[in-house]
């Protein structure tokens, strides 16, 4: 009985090792490719904060100009999606309004780091005319 133990506690140890993570830092980042492959952003460097949010919202942009696409398909051709066109035209419509609100908040934080370098070149050149 000693020997059964023995060996089907090594035998799970063996089973639940080989099912274990090797990464587990990859394993909690959803896109862990795409964290890995952006580089470090100085957050006093307001150029490049403000550069960082236009370029979202242009991404952004890119994916409402999509949603409305599929929104016009559904529009020409809602017989086709037959009862799950309603809850696919409110999904898209919820999606719209989402990225929509999402762009305005990414260039205002643009606008506000915008602001913020400026104040921060009138400074600097104000520290170096003393």
């Known amino acids: 009985m000693k020997k ?3 060996f089907i506690t090594i035998l799970t140890v063996v089973f639940l090792s080989g099912c274990a993570q090797m990464n587990p830092l ?9 964290v890995a492959n952006q580089p470090f952003m100085d957050p006093n460097d307001h150029d490049a904060v403000a550069k960082h949010y236009e370029d979202v919202a242009k991404e ?5 100009q999509a949603k409305k ?3 016009a398909e559904y ?4 017989y086709y999606y037959g009862r799950k066109g309603q809850s696919f035209r409110s ?4 999606n719209m309004r989402h990225l929509e ?30």
């Open 91 to 94: 999904h898209t419509w919820a």
């Open 69 to 71: 696409e599929q929104l």
């Open 101 to 130: 609100n999402s762009i305005e908040e990414n260039l205002k934080e643009a606008a506000i780091h915008h602001k913020m370098a400026q104040d921060q070149q009138k400074r600097d050149l104000s520290l170096r005319t003393e």
């Open 4 to 6: 059964l133990t023995i």
């Open 75 to 78: 529009e020409r051709h809602n």
């Open 60 to 64: 952004m942009k890119a994916k409402l």
């Open 26 to 34: 990859a394993s909690t980042l959803s896109d862990g490719e795409v």
